[in-house]
T-cell receptor, first 117, second 113 residues
Framework: EPEVTQTPSHQVTQMGQEVILRCVPI?????FYWYRQILGQKVEFLVS????????KSEIFDDQFSVERPDGSNFTLKIRSTKLEDSAMYFC???????????????FGNGTRLTVT | AQSVTQPDIHITVSEGASLELRCNYS??????LFWYVQSPGQGLQLLLK??????LVQGIKGFEAEFKRSQSSFNLRKPSVHWSDAAEYFC???????????FGKGTTLSVSS
């Protein structure tokens, strides 16, 4: 079964540094998402992306965050200047918009654990 | 406000016993409801979903869930739990594709022998 893949699985960075988290969504999917899960807390929506533009974003997704689909397969999340509170598990997800809009559950990757020191 | 409540933070059941995980939601539009499972170090795997139609939905691994609109609930059930079911379970509600999924805080399931 096709999977969403994320790299790296774990990234350690120093406060103030830029990080890029990478994702390869399922190939025929058209909607892409980033979620994060701070340790011990709920999974939180960051952003959705469709047709090369942001579809929806949360309050968490401020100017420090950006997303990009640099080619036909990758979907990236960039954090420009990391803060300690950015430490979390970041999940990429994709859904198949080729089906009817409501019948397209999200498929999640295994996540990238970001540790900011 | 849109929200999902999972009242039980941690549940322990004996292997072979039945299981019910509770989920209540608040959502302004037609809700699409999901249960995801997360094993340690893994991503979120979709167990089942409800969009419309039959309010009792079947999922993978022998799980089922029942949508009760009057109670704004979508409880997850399994008649006989296996040790491999130990994991964290998340209920989520959302709308059309591209909109945010709202997750509950999760319920950790432990299975005792």
């Amino acid at each position: 079964e096709p999977e969403v893949t994320q790299t790296p699985s774990h990234q350690v960075t120093q406060m103030g540094q830029e990080v890029i988290l990478r994702c390869v969504p399922i190939s025929n999917h058209l909607y892409f998402y980033w979620y994060r899960q701070i340790l011990g807390q709920k999974v939180e929506f960051l952003v959705s992306f469709y047709n090369n533009e942001i579809s929806e974003k949360s309050e968490i997704f401020d100017d420090q965050f950006s997303v990009e689909r640099p080619d036909g397969s990758n979907f990236t999340l960039k954090i420009r200047s990391t803060k300690l509170e950015d430490s979390a598990m970041y999940f990429c997800a994709s859904s198949d918009m080729a089906r009817r809009a409501y019948n397209s559950p999200l498929h999640f990757g295994n996540g990238t654990r970001l540790t900011v020191t | 406000a849109q929200s999902v409540t999972q009242p039980d933070i941690h549940i322990t059941v004996s292997e072979g016993a039945s299981l019910e995980l509770r989920c209540n939601y608040s959502y302004g539009a037609t809700p699409y409801l999901f249960w995801y499972v997360q094993s340690p170090g893994q991503g979120l795997q979709l167990l089942l979903k409800y969009f419309s139609g039959d309010t009792l939905v079947q999922g993978i691994k022998g799980f089922e869930a029942e949508f009760k609109r009057s109670q704004s609930s979508f409880n997850l059930r399994k008649p006989s739990v296996h040790w491999s079911d130990a994991a964290e379970y998340f209920c989520a509600v959302g709308g059309r594709a591209g909109t945010a999924l709202i997750f509950g805080k999760g319920t950790t399931l432990s299975v005792s022998s």
